[in-house]
């Protein structure tokens, strides 16, 4: 521990500074899902109200670009492309998936599936786009294509779907509190990991490719060793069911969010807090920037009566005071 302590206490200090939060109003109702395009030029945020709004990076603020619109129902979620800065995918409750270039501003390909999307996820090598909707569905597409290449039935309810970051597994978080690891494309089992008591909600894997976390209804993210598939540390500041977490660029930051009012921020290889930043409502959406030390986020709308301040902003943290 002692070797980290010096490291610990510089990103302490870091975030004692670069602790400003600013809001941008895209939308006109809640922000579901914000993600960072692989070059850390745009961040992207998709919204109940049927809409993608891209955003440009420029120094220590967001321009909104353009809206993207077509969706015929909430955008759930939505991922970009790992390699390629300007492809994003979408997933939306009007059983549809949607590819779309920033280049030419707009929607390049539409892709019919059979249920209400819920969840999507782009293979880090940029081949195949995987859909997951309300009936434990994932559908598998060829990214060039756009063509469905493969469906596979689950008898669980799945929460979270995610490629390890060499494309060759397929991972699952359920309902029972354990994570599938599928062999891919062939997608056969390799692994059941029995990894909360609770519902496993999210899984996140760390760039650097040493770790993948996982977060659950019980309040604890579980950080695993992706070669042994052995729990290296739990987190435990949480009270609520944990929404979403999100590894920094360097693999040394987890950020974790749920109902509580803070979102945490742990120094991974001890589980040390580095920062927490307040939050008025529960955060379902965070996402670091792939270069920097930013993290995008979405808060629930605040109550019905406040509802015209919160309603479709997403906020980045990170920045220095004006």
């Known amino acids: 521990m002692k070797k980290f302590q010096k490291k610990i206490e510089e990103l302490q200090n ?15 109702s809640k922000v579901h899902s914000v993600g960072w395009s692989c070059d850390g030029k745009r961040l992207a945020s998709g919204s109940f109200d049927k809409s993608v709004c891209i955003y440009t ?12 619109k077509g969706h015929g129902g909430s955008v759930d979620q939505l991922c970009w492309h790992q390699t390629h800065p300007d492809l994003l995918s979408t997933a939306s409750g009007d059983k549809s998936v949607r590819i779309w270039d920033t280049r030419v501003q707009k929607c390049v ?16 090598n940029g081949s195949a786009i995987a859909v997951g909707n309300k009936e434990d569905l994932v559908t598998f597409i060829d990214a060039r294509t756009h063509k469905i290449e493969a469906e596979e039935q689950f008898h669980f309810e799945v929460n979270e779907i995610s490629w390890n970051n060499t494309s060759d597994l397929f991972f699952l978080t359920n309902g029972q509190g354990c994570v599938h690891i599928l062999s891919y494309p062939e997608l056969k089992r390799q692994h059941i990991l029995k990894a909360h008591p609770g519902t496993c909600i999210c899984i996140e894997f760390d760039p650097t490719g040493k770790y993948f976390a996982t977060g659950s209804a019980d309040a604890l993210v579980s950080l695993w060793d ?21 590894f920094s660029h360097d693999g040394q930051l987890l950020a974790s969010a749920s109902e509580d009012l803070i979102i945490d921020i742990s120094f991974v290889e001890t589980g040390d807090k580095i920062a927490d ?15 920097t030390y930013l993290l995008a986020y979405a808060c629930d709308d605040k109550d019905t009566y406040d509802r015209k301040r919160d309603a479709g902003s997403l906020k980045v943290w990170g920045f220095p005071p004006d």
Not at 109 to 124: L, Q
Not at 226 to 234: D, F, G, K, M, T
């Open 14 to 28: 870091y975030f004692q500074y670069h602790n400003k939060a600013k809001e941008y109003l895209g939308h006109s």
């Open 57 to 68: 990076l420029d120094r220590e603020r967001l321009n909104k670009e353009i809206t993207f």
């Open 109 to 124: 390909a539409t892709i019919n599936t059979k249920g209400e999307n819920i969840n999507i996820t782009w293979s880090p």
């Open 226 to 246: 992706i070669n042994e598939l052995a729990c290296q540390r739990v987190f435990t500041r949480m009270d609520w069911p944990v929404r979403t977490i999100s």
């Open 277 to 291: 930043i307040s939050v008025e409502a529960a955060t379902f959406t965070v996402a670091w920037h792939p270069s």
